[in-house]
């Protein structure tokens, strides 16, 4: 029998600005308009100044814990800049200058991290609440696409997970559901080369994580996560695939969380200073505004003038998140029925765990004698 070639495929890798302030023009000329270049970077700042204060917050007792999100701020950013005020974000939580850029309060973070579960009280814009647990989001983007496209809406959705994340049976089952069924989900791997303190070369032996998607029949491509142009540019494409064609689409972000896994980590003991120090140089922030600067569209004074904005606006936000009234003891009970069972309305008014299901009129009111 002869032995023929059943499946051959690329994967393609997307660079435009890289970090060293080389600009591919033919990729890039009016990809984004100048002012929302701009834009973009004032956001970014704000989102990083946002980070600095979140981590004071978290050292000073303030906060229990907090993932810094300082270097990842592009590819959320990017989708988010595509996506639609329909769609669907539903991510984990390195993704804050993607929500904040859809509308979501940065005070939600604050609570979310504070423990308030008001925090993921969310009805401002179509984000779901931070996942926590690694890779569940990806179902809940595969249910809301699904639901999408049964309304007919066009609206698509678009969810974020971390390199480890796609080694999670919740990873396959929801590429599988969204390949099977031809439904408009936006997979955005952001590999940073570490899940938690297992590096990208241990957890997968693959050349690329992208190619995970392959075996699911999804289109598969990889892009620099630091490159603001280059994640535009493959988030257009993945968007218009999922609207007019119902397919999903994975990306593959390469990027880097400059900060520790979350704020519980000390990354020193595994990761090497010099990746560090590479990383470093490779900054979104400071490749976007060599870029903005090299075409008079930035200037120091501009630097100066937004910074001192985002401290105010960061400090209020701080003060807003702090400031809220303390939710009350009946919420444990309203916020998790719809209807609140008899017994549990007695636990409610009379908050006592004493007697369960019984009136509070039949509790003694006395110590029986001999009772400790």
Avoid at 258 to 268: C, E, I, P, V
Avoid at 289 to 311: G, I, M, P, V
Avoid at 330 to 343: A, C, G, I, V, W
Wanted: aromatic share 8%.
């Amino acid at each position: 029998m002869p032995v023929n070639t059943v499946f051959e495929t690329k994967i393609e890798s997307v660079s435009i600005l890289d970090e060293h302030g080389v600009f591919d023009s033919e990729l890039g000329n009016g990809l984004i308009p100048n002012d929302d270049l701009v834009a973009m970077y004032k956001h970014m700042m704000t989102c990083r100044h946002f980070d600095e204060i979140a981590f004071k917050l978290q050292r000073s007792g303030r906060m229990g814990t907090y993932p810094e999100n300082r270097g990842q701020e592009v590819p959320s950013l990017g989708a988010s800049y595509v996506l639609n005020d329909g769609d669907w974000l539903t991510t984990s939580y390195r993704e804050n200058a993607g929500l904040f850029w859809r509308g979501l309060p940065m005070e939600k973070i604050l609570l979310h991290w504070m423990g308030d579960e008001r925090g993921n009280h969310i009805d401002e814009v179509r984000c779901t609440p931070l996942a926590i647990a690694i890779g569940s989001q990806m179902l809940h983007a595969v249910g809301l696409g699904w639901s999408e496209k049964y309304k007919n809406t066009g609206n698509i959705a678009c969810t974020f997970f971390g390199d480890g994340a796609t080694s999670e049976g919740d990873f396959h089952e929801a590429a599988n559901f969204a390949a099977n069924l031809d439904l408009p989900v936006v997979f955005v791997c952001q590999n940073n080369g570490w899940a938690i303190s297992t590096p990208t070369t241990i957890e997968c032996s693959a050349p690329t994580v992208a190619q995970r998607g392959l075996a699911y029949g999804m289109h598969c491509v990889q892009v620099d996560g630091n490159d603001i142009f280059a994640m535009v540019k493959v988030m257009k494409e993945a968007v218009k695939n999922a609207r007019e064609n119902n397919r999903p689409t994975f990306i593959e972000a390469l990027t880097y969380r400059l900060g520790d896994h979350t704020t519980a980590d000390d990354a020193r003991r595994y990761r090497d200073a010099d990746e560090l120090e590479l990383w470093g140089k490779r900054d979104p922030m400071l490749r976007l505004r060599k870029y903005l600067e090299e075409n008079n569209l930035w200037s120091q004074q501009q630097e100066d003038e937004h910074r001192s904005f985002a401290e105010k606006k960061i400090a209020q936000v701080v003060k807003n998140a702090e400031g809220i009234d303390a939710p009350p003891a009946s919420d444990f009970f309203d916020s998790m029925f719809t209807e609140l069972p008899k017994q549990l309305k007695i636990q409610r008014d009379t908050m006592r765990t004493s007697s369960l299901g019984q009136n509070p009129s039949q509790v003694p009111t006395h110590t029986p004698e001999g009772a400790l």
